[in-house]
T-cell receptor, first 114, second 113 residues
Framework: EAGVTQSPTHLIKTRGQQATLRCSPISGHTSVYWYQQALGLGLQFLLWYDEGEERNRGNFPPRFSGRQFPNYSSELNVNALELEDSALYLC?????????????FGEGSRLTVL | AQKITQTQPGMFVQEKEAVTLDCTYDTSDQSYGLFWYKQPSSGEMIFLIYQGSYDEQNATEGRYSLNFQKARKSANLVISASQLGDSAMYFCASLYNTDKLIFGTGTRLQVFP
């Protein structure tokens, strides 16, 4: 069974540009989470989608946005890129929260902003 | 391939009791870091505790301690004096030289009065 897949693996952009990251959850999973891992230790919560709806949002500016498609895949968009947006962006999927709760992570997309 | 295994899908503990959440890791790297995170129903990930592979003493942070047994490749989380607010999903993760963060699939902890 395929795991959570993220694309692209690496992305290099310049300041002011837009970046789009994609995530395909495990088949049957309806929840998708996005996290930002910057500067080694920190894992910051970005967004949570479930059944196509945004369930919760972390403390990030509005230029971080996303959506979940009918097939439950998800897209994270970052507009007006800034240098500090350089990070590893992790996507995770699960059944709707409240069921097993197990979370499966993708390998991440490394975004570098120059 | 690097892998984190959490074999307990769910755990129950009575308030004020201690609980151990299991985590084993698989790596041939000499340098790595081990983390535990708590995920409440809001979806965020709350960092709890960190252990470096070269740290000789077990990490402790308040009521959280990490029982690090390098030879067995285990990094169990011990929560002492459980509280109702500890009910959540708990994830073990490892960070390797490549700056790659690998997560286990989590353990749901339920604390009952």
């Amino acid at each position: 069974e395929a795991g959570v897949t993220q694309s692209p693996t690496h992305l290099i952009k310049t300041r002011g540009q837009q970046a789009t990251l994609r995530c395909s959850p495990i088949s049957g999973h309806t929840s998708v989470y996005w996290y930002q891992q910057a500067l080694g230790l920190g894992l910051q919560f970005l967004l949570w989608y479930d059944e196509g709806e945004e369930r919760n949002r972390g403390n990030f500016p509005p230029r971080f946005s996303g959506r979940q498609f009918p097939n439950y895949s998800s897209e994270l968009n970052v507009n007006a890129l800034e240098l500090e947006d350089s990070a590893l962006y992790l996507c995770a999927s699960s059944f709707s929260y409240g069921m097993t709760g197990e979370l499966f992570f993708g390998e991440g997309s490394r975004l570098t902003v120059l | 391939a690097q892998k984190i295994t959490q074999t307990q899908p769910g755990m129950f503990v009575q308030e004020k009791e201690a609980v151990t959440l299991d985590c084993t890791y698989d790596t041939s790297d000499q340098s790595y870091g081990l983390f535990w995170y708590k995920q409440p129903s809001s979806g965020e990930m709350i960092f709890l505790i960190y252990q470096g592979s070269y740290d000789e003493q077990n990490a402790t942070e308040g009521r959280y301690s990490l029982n690090f047994q390098k030879a067995r490749k285990s990094a169990n989380l011990v929560i002492s004096a459980s509280q109702l607010g500890d009910s959540a999903m708990y994830f073990c993760a490892s960070l390797y030289n490549t700056d790659k963060l690998i997560f286990g699939t989590g353990t749901r902890l339920q604390v009952f009065p």
